[in-house]
């Protein structure tokens, strides 16, 4: 068999926080590397909240923060950082229209300090999770170093407003809500890290296949040469991808790295 390279999204395909990485997704994993193929991880997260013990399950490769960073065999392909004036310009137009946020970076995620509402604790709280040391407060003169953002509309946030101005600069991708959503850079998404790692590697399209569940594995699914969406995805995602495999509960990675022959 040819060698194939298999790109993973993590939450919702590989993990659920409830039963974490099923032991049948582990033993696939362990019998794609058995077969010779290339496993990756293809992640809306970025760099440091991607755990080491996911990581060491077999994974050659990581497309982190939707694109934005790729990493092969311990060595950093690519890192796109938005530029660091363009970030407090950004941060300043959030502060000014209520929109609540989390920079997300190669190194860290920054939080603001000073917001103590109850729901931008709730996903601070997300993301303590991983560990304080992965949390930066946005104090007076932080260096910021950030690849995506994701954000929360409050109450007061005028939508019509403040869309227009993130969309000239950033791709919104919304999770089953209007009101929270991540900000890829435009130009940027899982499929065009996964064309950049495959022309590093000299590998084909050909060779590709995908498991995704979110609307930020759209792009993903479309662009592998197979892309198979977890029975536990979102509408949009299932009504868009040719190949479904069962949800991440009923062992679907197992079940679909079998159905095409991979394992």
Do not use: W
């Amino acid at each position: 068999m040819n060698k194939k390279i298999v790109f993973f999204d993590v939450d919702g395909t590989l993990y659920l926080p409830e039963i974490g990485v099923p032991d049948s997704a582990k033993e696939a994993i362990a019998m794609l590397i058995d077969n010779g193929h290339i496993p990756i991880i293809c992640t809306g997260r970025t760099r440091p909240i991607i755990p080491d013990n996911l990581i060491e399950l077999g994974f050659q490769g990581i497309i982190a923060g939707a694109g934005t960073y790729i990493e092969y065999d311990g060595k950093v392909i690519e890192n796109h950082v938005v530029e660091e004036g363009l970030v407090n310009e950004i941060m300043t137009f959030l502060q000014k229209n209520k929109v609540r946020y989390i920079l997300e970076g190669p190194e860290y995620l920054y939080y603001e300090k000073k917001d103590q509402g109850e729901e931008y604790s709730y996903i601070t709280s997300l993301f303590k999770f991983f560990g304080e040391d992965v949390l930066k407060a946005l104090d007076p003169g932080t260096t910021i170093r950030m690849n995506k953002m994701s954000c929360t509309l409050s109450e007061e946030t005028n939508r019509e407003l403040v869309m227009p101005k993130l969309e000239k600069y950033f791709q919104p991708i919304y999770h089953g809500s209007m009101e929270m959503f991540e900000l890829v850079p435009l130009g940027i998404n899982k499929a065009t890290g996964i064309q950049r790692l495959l022309k590093y590697l000299k590998l084909d399209q050909k060779d590709t296949f995908a498991f995704g569940d979110s609307n930020n594995d759209i792009e993903m699914l479309e662009y592998v040469e197979t892309g198979i969406a977890m029975g536990n995805s979102y509408p949009e995602v299932l009504e868009r991808t040719k190949h479904k495999t069962k949800s991440v509960k009923e062992d679907g990675i197992y079940f679909g790295l079998k159905k095409f022959n991979l394992i």
